[in-house]
């Protein structure tokens, strides 16, 4: 299956977890990519893990939360491409506190990166992707965004954010040829978990020391042993902004196992 034959494709996060699974499922399917991230290491894992596709492979620091590296990585990574057709919004961070200590700082870092960070990227993009051909968006909202989780309540509001924003710009760019949707992981191990919930260290602190686990015992999910890779995502995204998709924006899919029936 080479849905991917002739496309470009942008995705943040292609460092590590679902990002480095979606740039590998589309290089896969023979598509040309740009993997974007904030860690050089994590994008020449990805490089190796690419095999021979890898001639197919470009890659790019960028921090999304940053304005300026925005504009310069898109800006690059078009023109390695010779255009863009598809964006996929996966680079984000987890931060888990109680609310009543979360400091105002730590709250912005959480919607900087992940709903001001998603905003940036496609703003830059969208120039490149209304000259592009079945051009499509995946940005990545979560469970977190309609389920209650506690300890995150900046992480939710962020990703609820994204999905609004997400109908709106469906809305906004359908007439001109862009769609517009987002995936809901959840129960999904990947760079930001490390399968129990909790975040990595790379990615931040965990849950508090103190946590009430019980609060947590609705979330495992109903299909499987447990966490699924990231390539359980990674599929339904390349879905999504491919031809197969070509009837879907302005909703999202929730990838759990069932967790939140």
């Known amino acids: 299956m080479n849905r991917y ?46 095999g021979d596709a890898a001639e ?13 590296s925005v504009r310069s990585g898109v800006a690059a990574a078009v023109e390695a491409l010779g255009g863009l057709d598809v964006l996929v919004n996966a680079a984000g961070i987890l931060r888990s ?17 992940n709903l001001v960070g998603t905003f940036l990227m496609i703003r830059e993009a969208i120039p490149a992707l209304l000259e592009g051909t079945d051009s499509a968006v995946v940005n990545f909202s979560s469970t977190s965004a309609m389920f209650a989780h506690p300890y995150m309540a900046a992480y939710a509001a962020s990703k609820g954010g994204v999905q609004s924003m997400t109908h709106a710009l469906a809305a906004e ?75 879907i924006t302005g909703t999202e899919v929730r990838i759990d196992g069932g967790t939140h029936f």
Do not use: C
């Open 5 to 50: 034959e002739g496309r470009r494709a942008l995705v943040t996060g292609g460092g590590s977890g679902i990002g480095q699974a979606t740039v590998l499922r589309m290089l896969a399917e023979g598509g040309r990519v740009v993997a974007a991230d904030v860690s050089a290491a994590g994008l020449a894992d990805t490089v190796a893990k690419a």
């Open 56 to 68: 197919r492979l470009t890659t790019v620091e960028v921090n999304i939360g940053d304005e300026a």
């Open 173 to 247: 760019y359908a007439k001109q040829g862009i769609r517009f949707t987002s995936v809901q992981p959840g129960s999904i191990s990947s760079g930001m978990t490390d399968g129990s919930g909790q975040s990595k260290q790379s990615q931040g602190p965990g849950l508090p020391e103190d946590a009430d686990m019980s609060l947590f015992m609705k979330l495992a999910p109903a299909i499987g042993q447990g966490f699924a890779g990231p390539e359980s995502v990674a599929g339904v995204v390349a879905m999504l902004a491919s031809a197969d998709g070509k009837f």
């Open 97 to 113: 506190s109680h609310t009543h200590q979360t400091t105002l700082e730590q709250f912005q870092q959480v919607i900087q990166v």
